[in-house]
């Protein structure tokens, strides 16, 4: 890699170009030596979201497919941000193609479709950076909490806790996100970022896994080729981790009228954690040796990320993750967030949903889909 590494271009394409693939193309137009040469997408609709996005009088090739866009050689790097229940059959081409590449949560929507998509990276060569799209990790308030973690502020993590409170799901392409079937499962779709967070709170292999959720306000008059939409809104789920400690989830989409969108609480035998997202706040509890006056150390600070260009859907998190990204393709390392990362995350959503249907607790090791899986503690 040249000292000027820096300055090559890379040439990215879009796959879906719907609200999160125009979000992707804002992104990279923020990066230096970034460009959005092609889009694909069959809706031409959304292919001229994406014209929009790049500018009217900004080249850029449409193609209907994957396989369209990735034969036109236009590309360096892919963004796949086509809906859930198309990813398999997506990146099976995009993979094998050698292009980089940066996947939209979640993995895919069945957890036979996220093994066989690890199974097929495995095969891969090294230089080919693949990388998951869990783009939580890189708020800044939820950075500086696992800087916190890792310096020992917690000591031993015992219990993670996150709360989101939030809209419905928002209208997409031809109401698709309106169906587990399509989507994975409200768990899986919109919790596999939640899940992710704990597993790096923690440090720890998920084991076990119990949920309790329902439809209860939103979308239940909503029929769509005569099939009634029937996506979760509610629920609260447990994980427990291989090293004792323990995740609660509780999650409400008809709770937009809340101050904070999500509340991610880290607590310890040192110490406690909060980071309130929409307020970019965290909160850092020591505890002391005085626990009958209650008298505890807690500071609170604003934290933001100066380096942030772009700050779109997810308070500049986005950004961030694509500066990574596309550092990884200039320097040669291998992706930070890999589709390990998102097997897992997704993995847990899947545990939730089947512990929703038999209304029983779900062992980790009763997904055979998992069998070989490493997991680094």
Known sequence: MSSKASDTLIRYGVVGTGMMGVEH??????LDNCVVTAVADPHPESLDWAQSAVGED???????????????????????????FTHHDVLVPAIESGLHLLIEKPLCTTLDDCRAITDLVATRPAEQVIWMGLEYRYMPPLQRLMAEIEAGTTGAVKMVAIREHRFPFLVKVDNWNRFTKNTGGTLVEKCCHFFDLMIQATRSRPVRVMASGSQDVNHLDEVYDGERSDILDNAYVIVEFANGSRGMLDLCMFAEASKNEREIVVVGDKGKLEALDTESLVRVGKRTDDIVSGINVVTEETVTDTNIKHQGLHHGASYLEHVDFADAIRSGRPADVTVIDGLWSAAVGFAAHRSLETGLPVLIDDLPQLAGIPFAE
Do not use: M, R, W
Request: with cysteine; proline share 6%; hydrophobic share 50%.
């Open 58 to 84: 900004t080249p850029l090739e449409k193609f209907a497919t994957v396989e369209e866009l990735i034969a036109s050689g236009l590309c360096d790097a892919l963004v796949i941000a086509s809906p859930n």
């Open 25 to 30: 193309i804002q992104n990279i137009l923020a």
